[in-house]
């Protein structure tokens, strides 16, 4: 039903059927929606930047900037507001069309809210779609943020609330909710995704978009991330996940988060141009552009014009994303 309000009594059984049908006719169905609720086709372009890097006191299995386990990063400290500016220009010349700042931190500290809200008003200052990734939020700290002009709070809840604990032990999942909560309550819009291939089994991927489904009302994004392999990590010699099951995994998230962008994450570096294609053609409008993600290599300008050339996709407009973000909230009352 593309032109359906997004619903969010998905049960589990009913996304389980969605993910596991044929492939063609799961992408079928997941371009039908996608044809409905985006008309223009858009494909959103987002650019990362790490702007505290390492040192950080969780024991995410997945991730190189934990404390807990040796991956050669070293901790560096909050990056100046002048140079968070310029890696702003550059990514907006490099048509990028929103801006995420990321940290190295289980949770934002109120000292460093005054030096985040700068950072992000200078960035939205440059025309930019504003968004952080800061770890957990205390009361109050999300609507600083939202009055400094932040447009997405990125918290990801990354798998089945089953398999959660096998990845991470410094938090629980309703750590992760509760932050999101805080959130939403401020007015800032939700990016909020998960990765595949860490060793979790299709279940969990089914049932991480379960618990996203639930989420009210959706998440404007939601990144899907393929497991980018951190040697020194415990998920470091993880087996790569297959494409189709990426491909699944984002034509399912089309169905169900009809109004949302879904973005073809972290992992494009270890793809091919036609495994990224594939990813695309299952309905993910959403990149990360730029030659670096966090800590780790991103495709970059050239190969990223070679792939959107060959699928042809035009990037977005902001126009496009206020109606789709205008009418999510619209379906949400
Ligand atoms: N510290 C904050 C937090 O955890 O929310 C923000 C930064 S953290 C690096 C942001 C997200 O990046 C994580 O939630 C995870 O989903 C994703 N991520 C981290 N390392 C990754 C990896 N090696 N491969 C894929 N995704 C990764
Ligand atoms: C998201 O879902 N993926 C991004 C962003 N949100 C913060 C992070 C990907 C990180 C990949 C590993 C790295 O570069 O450190
Ligand atoms: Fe810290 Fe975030 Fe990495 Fe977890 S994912 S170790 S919270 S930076």
């Known amino acids: ?12 059984p009913e996304i389980t059927d969605l993910y596991t049908q044929p492939l063609d006719a799961l992408v079928a169905q997941a371009l039908e929606v996608k044809r409905a609720n985006w008309p223009d086709g858009a494909l959103q372009k ?64 109120d000292r460093d809210v005054p030096k985040v809200a700068a950072m992000i008003s200078a960035v939205k200052a440059e025309g930019l779609e504003t968004c952080v990734t800061l770890g957990m939020l205390e009361d109050g700290q999300a609507e600083t943020l939202k009055q400094a002009g932040l447009d997405y709070y990125n918290h990801n809840l990354d798998t089945s609330p089953e398999y959660y604990p096998t990845v991470v032990s410094t938090r629980t999942y309703a750590d992760r909710l509760e932050t999101l909560a805080k959130a939403r309550e401020a007015g800032v819009k939700l990016c909020v995704g998960g990765i595949l291939g860490m060793g979790e089994g299709r279940d969990d991927r089914i049932g991480l978009i379960h618990e996203l489904s639930k989420l009210t009302p959706h998440p404007e994004s939601v ?94 407009s902001h126009d496009a994303m206020e109606i789709a973000h205008k009418t999510t909230l619209i379906d949400a009352r």
Not at 1 to 12: A, E, G, I, N, V
């Open 1 to 12: 039903m593309p032109f359906d309000s997004p619903r969010h009594d998905w049960t589990k």
């Open 46 to 109: 987002s650019q990362l930047l790490s702007i505290k890097t390492g040192g950080c006191p969780e024991d995410c299995g997945y991730c190189s900037q934990s404390a807990h386990f040796d991956t050669g990063l070293g901790a560096e400290k909050l990056m100046p507001l002048a140079a968070v500016v310029e890696a702003a220009r550059r990514a907006k010349a490099n048509g990028a069309d929103r801006f995420c700042m990321g940290a190295g931190w289980r949770s934002l500290k």
């Open 223 to 316: 990144p899907i991330n393929m497991l980018v392999p951190i040697k020194g990590t415990p998920l470091g010699d993880s087996p790569a996940i297959s494409v189709t099951e990426m491909a699944r995994a984002i034509a399912t998230c089309r169905i169900v988060f009809p109004k949302s962008w879904v973005r073809l994450s972290a992992g494009r570096e270890g793809m091919s141009e036609g495994e990224q294609a594939l990813c695309l053609l299952a309905g993910a409008n959403s990149i990360f552009v730029g030659d670096r993600l966090l800590t780790t290599d991103n495709p970059g300008e050239d190969r990223d014009q070679a792939l959107l050339d060959a699928v042809g996709f035009e990037a977005s």
